[in-house]
């Protein structure tokens, strides 16, 4: 993805151009008025709309729906210069809590190395 481009005019909105064909037109929010109507605003956001979250009229955040994908590695597969990945990876497990004592850290260190000598 090439540079964000940032251009704001006087009317209260702000435009964010994060590469092609991806050009937001962000409404102006203020925080105050962001956190007495944050539910109304997320379900705009939802709806496809864009804030520029501002703290006494100057920009301190951008709140943007999810864009399904990953429009950087898309570019990149159609481009040739990636490859989609060949097996499904799930969510990364979380590490134990240190301390649990549930958990026996020898045995799983005894299994990790065994998968690894075969």
């Known amino acids: ?13 702000t435009e964010l151009e994060l590469g092609q064909p ?3 037109r962000l409404e102006h929010i203020g925080v105050r008025e ?13 709806d496809g709309h864009a804030y520029t979250v501002t703290d006494r009229g100057v920009p301190i ?7 399904p994908g990953d ?10 210069r990636a490859r ?3 097996i499904p990876q799930g969510p990364v497990p979380m590490p134990p809590v240190l301390g649990d004592s549930d958990v026996d850290s020898a045995a799983a260190l005894a299994a990790d190395r ?5």
């Open 61 to 67: 955040a951008h709140l943007i729906p999810v864009q």
């Open 1 to 13: 993805m090439g540079e964000k481009k940032l251009a704001q005019d006087m009317r209260g909105y």
């Open 71 to 80: 429009p950087v590695l898309d570019q990149l597969v159609s481009t040739g």
């Open 114 to 118: 065994e998968d690894e000598r075969w």
């Open 22 to 24: 991806y050009v937001l």
């Open 84 to 86: 989609p990945p060949q």
């Open 34 to 46: 962001l956190n007495q109507n944050t539910s109304a605003a997320l379900q705009r956001v939802r």
